[in-house]
């Protein structure tokens, strides 16, 4: 079969390659209405132009108004066969042996726009967010770190995927500024608890399914069939005021330490562009119960990587890890959110949790990398314990296939001070 080549140029270390084509909402120049996208190499192409000209012409794209939206929610909750065709089409459509697009100039100008001249929004009306607690190495790093090795990891832990509810309207697109929150943390001694700016400003390495067609009030999704109910994966920061949490948490888990922003990556790659780059999932010891047995069990080989630039500095490479890290998959995290009849929506979000590796350089935040502050991080000629103001965070994500890369682009935020009381 011969390799699937673009009529675009696509340069070798490119993200957005023909067999990756992942989903995005976009403004093509400042005051023109949102429009939902796809991402090759330098370009992004208009969906709502292909749409118009008629090109979606399969039975369940044609005549649909889904790429006329300013969201992809409904895009989103169509399903599967929808995914699968417009895919097809998109492909047929940017593949070097197609015409219709190739030698058509007009269409061309038209629906592919550069990158470089549009602006990406929060591709999702995201109703709710979850952020779950799906690595083992992160989970037993901050057990040792706040609880010592006799109880490094609860026994629960290796039963459900934890979890806890997030807070969705302060879910970002990647280069939103994050201002340091306010609130308070532990006291020192007698004395009454801290209150003022965080100071154990933090990131968190995750990354995000974002659900398809949801499900019922009152039923669940099996797990087998879970994957049927994910439109894709994006990248995801889970900025964390450490010092706030460590207050707060108990006894009822993140609230201010959490809520005040979290970034995502503007592109949603597919699970079919994804597909190749599937790799066996860790062992579970011991096995899950029924409702969370999967018959393939299964994660993908995306590296990832964080750099931190301190403002006036060049970035430094402080993680690289990998989302095959993850003890609980995505699908069983999906399947277990639903098993009590809750009801999942199109849009909503569900975050991996932190994705830490086995290895020093291979953990997904500071309060690792760090051990809490005690042992400080060399960025550059200067040091961090924790995030400062003026520093950028920087995640990206790629698979690397035979002379092509599925990536993910980037999720960037920088610290802006807290505003004075």
Do not use: C
């Given at each position: 079969m011969a390799e699937l080549k673009s009529f675009l140029q696509v340069s070798p270390e490119s993200h957005f390659s023909i067999q990756n084509l992942p989903y995005g909402v976009f403004k093509p120049e400042p005051g023109s209405p949102p429009r939902p996208g796809v991402a090759i190499a330098d370009f992004v192409l208009d969906l709502s132009v292909i749409s118009s000209?008629?090109?979606?012409?399969?039975?369940f794209l044609h005549g649909s108004d889904c790429f006329?939206?300013?969201?992809?929610?409904?895009f989103a909750s169509m399903g599967r066969p929808a995914w699968t065709e417009a895919r097809a089409t998109i492909q047929k459509l940017l593949s070097d042996t197609e015409s219709t697009l190739r030698d058509?100039?007009?269409?061309?100008?038209?629906?592919?726009?550069?990158?470089?001249?549009v602006e990406m929004l929060v591709p999702m009306n995201i109703?709710?967010?979850?952020?779950?607690?799906?690595?083992?190495?992160?989970?037993k790093n901050c057990g040792l770190i706040f609880r010592g090795p006799e109880n490094a990891i609860n026994p629960n832990w290796f039963h459900l995927p934890i979890a806890y509810h997030g807070r969705a309207s302060s879910v970002v697109i990647s280069g939103t500024d994050i201002v340091r929150p306010r609130g308070q943390a532990p006291p020192a001694g007698k004395s009454p608890p801290?209150?003022?700016p965080s100071r154990k400003l933090d990131f968190e390495l995750e990354m995000a399914a974002i659900v398809g067609p949801g499900n019922d009030l009152g039923t669940s999704i099996d797990v087998n069939n879970a994957s049927d109910h994910i439109f894709g994966l994006v990248l995801m920061?889970?900025?964390?005021?450490?010092?706030?949490?460590?207050?707060e948490y108990v006894p009822l888990g993140p609230f201010l330490g959490?809520?005040?922003?979290?970034?995502?990556s503007p592109w949603i790659v597919t699970l079919d562009a994804l597909e190749p780059f599937a790799c066996d999932s860790p062992k579970q010891d011991p096995s899950p119960l029924p409702y969370l047995a999967e018959k393939t069990s299964k994660n993908f080989d995306i590296h990832l990587e964080v750099q931190i630039k301190p403002d006036g500095l060049e970035p430094s490479v402080?993680?690289?890890?990998?989302?095959?890290h993850l003890y609980w998959t995505v699908t069983q995290q999906l399947a277990h959110h639903t098993v009590n009849g809750c009801n999942l929506r199109p849009g909503d979000l569900l975050g991996t949790g932190t994705i830490s590796g086995p290895d020093p350089d291979s953990v997904g935040c500071l309060l690792e990398r760090t051990w809490n502050g005690q042992k400080p991080l060399s960025l550059n000629g200067t040091s961090r314990t924790f995030l400062e103001d003026g520093d950028e965070v920087l995640f990206t994500g790629i698979c690397k296939g035979n002379g092509y890369n599925v990536g993910f682009g980037t999720c960037t935020g920088k610290i802006l001070p807290s505003p004075t009381l």
């Open positions: 000209a008629g090109l979606f012409s399969g039975p006329h939206q300013p969201t992809l929610n409904k058509n100039a007009s269409l061309r100008q038209e629906a592919l726009i550069p990158m470089s001249k109703g709710d967010y979850t952020d779950f607690f799906a690595s083992m190495h992160h989970a801290y209150f003022g920061n889970d900025w964390s005021a450490r010092d706030i949490q460590g207050w959490k809520s005040f922003g979290t970034t995502i402080v993680t690289k890890s990998n989302f095959n």
